[in-house]
C-alpha cells in the first residue's frame, strides 16, 4: 500500500521511488520458481491497480500510475510474464469505459486515464513500429475528442496526437495519423466555436513535418502557397479574433502564438505577423499575463537567433516594435521598477540579456547595427543598454576598437530627434559608452597605438567642450568628426566630466603625459581664433598668462625639477597636480592660476628641502601648501576629480606633517552661518562622491528638514495673511475689498523671501558637509594605517571637538555617527613605532579624555572609554620609553579615583543649586567650566580600564569601596561599586586578592545586606554572586569568622528582601550549600525552609499555571438558538465537548 501511495505523490522523485520499489519487488518475487502463480496473480493485480489509478481525480497520481504502466509494459524479463502492450491497450479500453449514469467528472477522469495510458505506452514503443499501435490509438483518441466539449480536454488530446506525431516519423504519420485527422485540420481562418478544427494541432504539424505541409497542400487546402498570416486587413482582424479565443486558456495561447511565430520566421512572414501578435498581447499592458506571453516571446527569437547564420529576426523585431521597446526601457528604468511587477522586470532582463548574448559573437558591423535599432528605440532610459553595450565591446581587437569608438562618435554627431532634452540624454549615454573603452580587455594605454587612440578621444573632448568649431575640422581628427556639429550648454558639462574621467584614467595608469600633449595641442586652438571660437571666460588672460608662464611651466613638469625629486610617487602626484590645473584654466581662470603659481614654489621648497637638504625660510611648507591646494580641488562638483584627488594624497601621505594634517582638521570644524553664506556658488548641490549609504542618509535628512521648512513657510504665510485665512469652522469666503489685498502683497512677498533664503543656507550646509565627509576618508586613514602616533593622538581631540560643537540636528546626525565610528576605530588598533609623541602630551590628552566624562556632550560613553584605553595604552608604553613609567601610572590612577569618587558624591542641595541660578551670566558660564572639566569618570569605564589594565585594579578598587561604607553613599552606587568589584574578580584575582580589598568588600557586603533601602531583586543578585565569588578565593582564604559574618548578613537580607525569582531561590540555596561544605556552618532552618517552601510554592502554583494555559481554549462561534415562541433554548457546540474515549462493551 504504501508504494501506491508513493505513486501519487506530488513530487517527482517520490513517485520514481515508489515506481522503483514495485518492479523491484516484483522482480523479486519473480527469482522464486516455486512462486509462479503468486508472481502471476502479484502482476494481475498491480496492472488491474495501476489502471485503476488512472481515474483519479488527482493529476499527480494520474501521470504516477501512468508512468509505472508504461514501464511495467517495458521489461523483458521473460520470468514475470507481462502482458503486450496490444493486450496492455485491451485491457486498458476495456476497464476505462463510461455509462450514461456517470457523472461528467468521472468521465472526464476516464478520458485523462485512457489517454495518459496511450502515450505512456507509446514511449515504450517509440524506438519500434508504432504502425499497430498507432492503428489502436488514434480512432480511439479522436472518439474520444468528439464525446469531449471542454476546450483544455480537447487541446490535451492534440498534444497527445502531436507527440504521437514526433515519435512516428514522417513516413508513418503520413500513412497511419494523417488520414484520420485531416478532419481536424483547418483550411482557412473562419473557424467556428464548436472545436471541430483544431489551429493549435494544425500549426504543430506543420512546423513538424513542413516536407508534408508544403505549397502543394496549402494550394490545395487553403488556396494559397502558405499559411498566410495577414497579408490584408481582413485576415489580421481574422487572426486577432482568432487569438482573442484564446484568452480564458492562457497556457494554450502561448502555445499557438509559440507555434505561430516559429512559422512566420520559417516561412519568411515575421514582418506581417508580429505587429498583430505585439498589437493582441500588449493591449492591457506589459503586467498583464499576456504580456509576459509577449515578453517570453521576446527572449524565445533572440535566443533562437544565436545558433542561426542571419539576424533577420531580430532586425525585423526591433523596427516593428519601436514602441514595445521603449515601453521596456521605461519599465527597467528606476522610476518604473517601482511601478511594475517583479516578474515582468525579471522577463524585460532576461530578453535584453539574451539580445546581448546573441549579438556578441557576430561580426562588428552586425554588432553596431542592431545596438544602433535598439539605441533608437530607447527614449530616455538608457540603463540596461550598458550591460548590450559591454557585450559588444567585450572581445574587441585594436583596430576593431578603433572601428568602435568612430562608429559611437558617429552616433553621437548625429541629430537623430528634435527634441533638445532627447537628444542631449542620447548623447550622454553615449558619452558614458565612449569613456567606458578604457576598460576594454584589449586597451593598454601603454601600447603606442592605443595611446594615440586615446589621445585623439580627449582631445575631441576638448575641442567639443571649450570651443565653437566654425566649419573647420583638425585634420588629424576628420576621420572621426565629419562635419559642424551643434551641441548645448547641458551636453558641453557633461563632455567636460567625461574630459576628467578620461584623465583618471591615464592618472591611474602612474602616467600623464597624454593628457600634456592634448593640452598643448588646446593652446595652438587657442591662438587660431579664424578657425576656432572659445566658449570660455578670461580668454585674453589666459593667452597672456599662458604666453608669459607656459615656457617655465611646461620645462618644471618635464625637466629636472620634478625630475630630481627622490620619490616617484611625489614627482607623479606634482605632475598630475599641474595637469588638473591646466585643465582648470579653462574652468575658473582665477583659480587655476593661483594653482599654479603655488605649485611652481611648492616644487621648488620641495626641491630645495628633500634634495639640497636645506631649509625654507617661508612661513608655510611645500607640503602644507600641496594639501591645501589639494583640498580646494576637492570642494569641485566632479566625481573624478575628487576620486584623482584621494589617490594623488595617498601618493604624498607619507610628507604630511603636523601643520599639513591640522589644515585638514580644520576643514571639518563647524563654522558660523554667515561664513558658510559666503561659499562659493559655483560648487554643485548634488554632490555623489560619498558611498551610497551616507548619500541616502544625507538626502532623507534634506528631506526632513525641507518638512520643517514647508511648515515654516505655511506658517509665515498665515501670518501674513491675518484675518484673511480661513479658518475650518467657516463656511464662507474672507471678503476683502482691493486695498487690503495690495497691502497683504509685501508681506506675503517677504514670507517667500524668508523661505528661499533658508533652502539656500541648507544647500550650503549639505555642500560643506559633502566636502567634509571627504576630507574624514582621507584623516581616517591616517587614524587607522598610519605609523607615526604623534599624527594620531594630534588628531584625537580636533575630532572629538568637532563631534562635540556640530549642532544637534538632523542633518549633522551622520557626521556625528561617522566621527563616532572614527573614533571608536583607535581601540582596535596596534601602537605604532614612528614619531612617538612625548609623555607630556599623551598625559595632557588623557587629562582631557578624563575631564569629558563630566560634561554632557555627543560622545558616548562607549567611544570616550575605547578612545581613553587607546590613549593609556600609549601613554604607558611612552612612559616606559622615557622611564617615566610610575609617574604616568601614578598619574592615571590618581586621576580615575578622583574621577570615581566625584562620582559616589551625593549630589548637591537644592540650596546650592537655587544659589547657582541666581548668579549673573558670566559667573555662571565659568562655574559650569570648571564643573565640566572636573574629572567624573562613569563606571563603564572603570570597568572597561580593570578588563584591560587589570594589574592596577586593587587599588583603585580598594579606594573604591572604603568609599562606598561611607554613610554618605545611597544602595544605588554602592550596588555599583558591587558590580564593578563583581567584573574585577576574575580568575587570576581569585588566586590572589589583596588582605585589605577583601576585608573592605566583606564590610561593603554586610552593609548591603542590612541596609532596607536597598529592597531590590537587582542588590540581593550581585549580593548572592559577589559572595560566592568570595568563597572562592584561594588566596587569602576567609577564615571562619570572616564567613560566619557573610552568613549572617546573607541570612539576614534572605528574610528583609523579596524573592520571586525561582532562579534567585536556587542560587541562594546553592550559597548557603557553599558555607555549609567549605566551613562547616550551621544553617538557620527558618532560612531553609523559607526558601524550600518558598520553591515547593512556586513550583506547584507554575504546575497549576500550565495546566490552565493548557486547556483547549473554546472557539468563538455565534450561538445558534432555536426559537420556540418566547424561549429560547441554545444548541450546544459539538466542538466545546472534550474527547473522554468510546466505551466498548464486549
Same mark, same amino acid.
Given at each position: ?50 489502471? !485503476? ?18 514501464? =511495467? ?26 455509462? /450514461? ?19 505512456? *505506452? ?63 485540420? #483547418?483550411?482557412? +481562418? ?50 486577432? /479574433? ?10 494554450? =495561447? ?13 516561412? $519568411?512572414?515575421?514582418?506581417?505577423? +508580429? ?99 535598439? =539605441?533608437n528605440c530607447a527614449n530616455k532610459n538608457y ?56 576598460h576594454c580587455s584589449s586597451f593598454n594605454l ?64 602612474? $602616467? ?7 593640452? &598643448? ?33 611646461? &620645462? ?36 587655476? !592660476? ?19 637638504? /636645506? ?67 559655483? @560648487? ?9 549609504? %551616507? ?23 498665515? /501670518? ?25 502683497? #509685501? ?24 566636502? &567634509?565627509?571627504?576630507? *574624514?576618508?582621507?584623516? @581616517? ?58 609623555? %607630556? ?20 560613553t562607549e567611544t570616550l572609554s575605547k578612545v ?12 616606559? *620609553? ?22 559616589? &558624591? ?151 528582601? #523579596? ?37 515547593? =510554592? ?49
Open positions: 500500500m504504501d508504494v501506491y501511495w508513493e505513486l501519487s505523490d506530488f513530487d517527482i522523485h517520490t513517485r520514481q521511488q515508489g515506481m522503483e520499489k514495485l518492479l523491484k519487488s516484483l522482480k523479486t518475487l519473480s527469482s522464486d520458481d516455486n512462486n509462479e502463480k503468486s508472481v502471476s496473480s502479484q502482476i494481475d493485480y498491480t496492472i488491474s491497480r495501476l489502471i !485503476k489509478g488512472l481515474v483519479s481525480n488527482r493529476k499527480c497520481a494520474r501521470i504516477g500510475y501512468a508512468a509505472t504502466l508504461g514501464t =511495467l509494459a517495458s521489461l523483458t524479463d521473460h520470468q514475470l510474464k507481462i502482458l503486450s502492450v496490444d493486450e496492455l491497450i485491451s485491457l486498458v479500453q476495456n476497464k476505462l469505459t463510461t455509462k /450514461k449514469e456517470t457523472g461528467v467528472e468521472d468521465a472526464k477522469n476516464v478520458r485523462i486515464g485512457r489517454v495518459l495510458s496511450y502515450i505512456a *505506452l507509446a514511449y515504450t514503443q517509440k524506438d519500434n513500429d508504432l504502425s499497430i499501435l498507432l492503428q489502436k490509438i488514434i480512432p480511439d483518441l479522436l472518439l474520444i475528442r468528439t464525446q469531449e466539449t471542454r476546450r483544455r480536454l480537447r487541446a490535451f488530446i492534440d498534444a497527445s496526437i502531436i507527440q504521437l506525431a514526433k515519435w512516428s516519423g514522417r513516413k508513418l504519420f503520413k500513412k497511419e495519423i494523417l488520414p484520420h485527422i485531416q478532419k481536424l485540420l #483547418p483550411t482557412n +481562418w473562419q473557424m467556428g466555436d464548436d472545436g471541430t478544427k483544431s489551429l493549435l494541432l494544425f500549426v504543430s504539424l506543420v512546423n513538424l513535418y513542413p516536407n508534408i505541409f508544403n505549397q502543394e497542400y496549402f494550394q490545395s487546402h487553403w488556396n494559397n502557397n502558405m499559411l498566410p498570416l495577414g497579408k490584408t486587413n481582413d485576415e489580421q482582424m481574422i487572426i486577432k /479574433k482568432c487569438l482573442q479565443s484564446f484568452d480564458n486558456e492562457l497556457h494554450l =495561447l502561448e502555445q499557438l502564438c509559440h507555434e505561430l511565430l516559429v512559422y512566420a520566421i520559417r516561412s $519568411q512572414q515575421l514582418t506581417l505577423f +508580429w505587429p498583430i501578435l505585439v498589437d493582441e498581447l500588449s493591449n492591457i499592458g506589459l503586467d498583464s499575463n499576456k504580456g509576459h506571453i509577449l515578453l517570453d516571446l521576446i527572449t524565445f527569437c533572440f535566443q533562437e537567433q544565436e545558433n542561426s547564420n542571419s539576424i533577420d529576426t531580430i532586425e525585423i523585431i526591433l523596427d516593428s516594435s519601436e514602441t514595445l521597446f521603449r515601453e521596456i526601457f521605461d519599465l527597467l528604468s528606476s522610476s518604473g521598477r517601482k511601478m511594475h511587477q517583479q516578474a515582468s522586470i525579471v522577463l524585460s532582463k532576461d530578453a535584453f540579456e539574451k539580445f546581448a548574448h546573441t549579438i556578441a559573437n557576430r561580426p562588428l558591423e552586425e554588432r553596431l547595427r542592431l545596438f544602433e535599432k535598439l =539605441l540603463t540596461c543598454l550598458h550591460s548590450v553595450a559591454n557585450f559588444i565591446t567585450e572581445k574587441l581587437t585594436i583596430d576593431e576598437l578603433l572601428v568602435y569608438i568612430k562608429y559611437i562618435i558617429g552616433l553621437f554627431c548625429a541629430a537623430s530627434t528634435d527634441d533638445e532634452s532627447a537628444l542631449d540624454r542620447r548623447r550622454h549615454f553615449l558619452l558614458e559608452l565612449l569613456s567606458n573603452i578604457c601603454k601600447d603606442n597605438t592605443c595611446g594615440i587612440l586615446f589621445e585623439n578621444i580627449l582631445a575631441i573632448c576638448v575641442l567639443l567642450a571649450n570651443f565653437k568649431l566654425h566649419n573647420h575640422i583638425p585634420k588629424q581628427y576628420r576621420e572621426f568628426l565629419h562635419e559642424n556639429i551643434e551641441i548645448s550648454d547641458v551636453t558641453r558639462e557633461h563632455i567636460e566630466d567625461i574630459i576628467y574621467k578620461f584623465l583618471m584614467y591615464e592618472f591611474h595608469e602612474n $602616467q600623464y603625459e597624454h593628457s600634456f600633449n592634448v593640452f &598643448q595641442k588646446s593652446i595652438n586652438w587657442l591662438q587660431s581664433t579664424k578657425h576656432f571660437s572659445p566658449l570660455f571666460k578670461n580668454i585674453e588672460e589666459i593667452k597672456l598668462y599662458l604666453n608669459e608662464q607656459s615656457k617655465e611651466l611646461f &620645462q618644471i613638469i618635464q625637466g629636472n625639477m620634478i625630475q630630481s625629486l627622490p620619490d616617484e610617487k611625489l614627482r607623479l602626484a606634482f605632475q598630475q597636480v599641474f595637469i588638473l590645473s591646466f585643465y582648470d584654466l579653462f574652468v575658473d581662470f582665477n583659480r587655476a !592660476k593661483q594653482y599654479l603659481d603655488d605649485l611652481m614654489t611648492c616644487v621648488k621648497n620641495a626641491r630645495t628641502q628633500l634634495v639640497l637638504k /636645506k631649509k625654507i625660510k617661508e612661513e608655510s611648507s611645500w607640503i602644507e601648501v600641496f594639501i591645501d591646494i589639494l583640498l580646494s580641488m576637492d570642494t569641485k562638483k566632479q566625481h573624478d576629480i575628487r576620486s584623482i584627488i584621494k589617490k594623488i594624497y595617498h601618493q604624498i601621505a607619507p610628507y604630511v606633517n603636523e601643520n599639513a594634517l591640522k589644515l585638514m582638521l580644520q576643514t571639518i570644524t563647524v563654522e558660523n552661518e554667515s561664513d558658510d553664506e559666503d561659499n562659493d556658488d559655483d @560648487e554643485d548641490e548634488d554632490d555623489d562622491d560619498e558611498s551610497d549609504e %551616507d548619500q541616502s542618509d544625507i538626502e532623507e535628512e534634506e528631506l526632513m528638514e525641507n518638512d520643517d521648512v514647508n511648515e515654516d513657510l505655511r506658517q509665515a504665510v498665515e /501670518k501674513a495673511l491675518g484675518d484673511a485665512v480661513a479658518k475650518e469652522d467657516q463656511e464662507n469666503d474672507v471678503d476683502m475689498d482691493d486695498e487690503a489685498m495690495l497691502r497683504l502683497d #509685501p508681506l506675503i512677498a517677504e514670507a517667500f523671501r524668508s523661505q528661499i533664503k533658508r533652502s539656500s543656507n541648507i544647500k550650503i550646509i549639505n555642500e560643506k558637509l559633502h566636502h &567634509q565627509f571627504r576630507v *574624514l576618508d582621507l584623516i @581616517e586613514s591616517v587614524i587607522k594605517k598610519d605609523e607615526r602616533m604623534r599624527f594620531v593622538l594630534i588628531s584625537i581631540r580636533p575630532l572629538i571637538e568637532t563631534l562635540t560643537s556640530l549642532p544637534n540636528t538632523s542633518a549633522y546626525k551622520t557626521m556625528i555617527e561617522r566621527i563616532d565610528s572614527i573614533l571608536c576605530h583607535l581601540s582596535n588598533r596596534k601602537i605604532g613605532h614612528l614619531d612617538m609623541p612625548t609623555t %607630556d602630551e599623551c598625559i595632557e590628552l588623557f587629562r582631557y579624555l578624563t575631564s569629558l566624562a563630566g560634561s554632557r556632550t555627543k560622545l558616548t581613553s584605553m587607546f590613549v593609556i595604552k600609549l601613554c604607558l608604553h611612552v612612559g616606559k *620609553l622615557e622611564d617615566r613609567l610610575a609617574g604616568v601610572e601614578e598619574t592615571i590612577l590618581t586621576m580615575y579615583e578622583g574621577g570615581f569618587l566625584r562620582f559616589l &558624591q551625593p549630589n548637591l542641595s537644592k540650596e546650592k543649586s537655587e544659589k547657582k541660578k541666581n548668579k549673573q551670566k558670566d559667573d555662571d558660564e565659568d562655574v559650569d567650566e570648571s564643573m565640566i572639566h572636573q574629572a567624573v569618570v562613569h563606571p563603564s569605564i572603570i570597568k572597561d580600564f580593570l578588563l584591560r589594565f587589570p594589574e592596577y585594579g586593587t587599588r583603585l578598587m580598594l579606594l573604591m569601596v572604603q568609599t562606598a561604607l561611607k554613610e554618605t553613599i545611597n544602595w544605588k552606587k554602592r550596588n555599583i561599586v558591587c558590580g564593578t568589584l563583581n567584573n574585577f574578580l576574575n580568575r587570576k584575582q581569585s588566586d590572589h586578592m589583596d588582605e585589605k580589598l577583601l576585608k573592605a568588600t566583606i564590610d561593603l557586603l554586610v552593609t548591603m545586606c542590612n541596609d532596607p533601602k536597598s529592597a531590590k531583586m537587582g542588590s540581593l543578585h550581585v549580593i548572592t554572586v559577589l559572595t560566592q565569588k568570595l568563597l572562592l578565593i584561594r588566596n587569602p582564604t576567609l577564615t571562619e569568622k570572616q564567613a560566619s559574618k557573610l552568613l549572617n548578613a546573607v541570612s539576614i537580607a534572605i528574610k528583609t528582601k #523579596p524573592i520571586n525569582n525561582d532562579k534567585q531561590r536556587k542560587q541562594l540555596l546553592n550559597l548557603l550549600q557553599s558555607f555549609k561544605k567549605r566551613f562547616q556552618l550551621t544553617i538557620n532552618e527558618d532560612v531553609m525552609n523559607m526558601l524550600t517552601m518558598k520553591r515547593k =510554592l512556586s513550583s506547584i502554583t507554575t504546575t497549576q499555571n500550565n495546566e490552565t494555559n493548557n486547556k483547549p481554549k473554546k472557539l468563538k462561534t455565534n450561538p445558534t438558538n432555536v426559537s420556540n415562541g418566547d424561549n429560547q433554548v441554545s444548541i450546544v457546540d459539538c466542538r466545546q465537548i472534550p474527547f473522554k474515549g468510546i466505551n466498548v462493551k464486549t
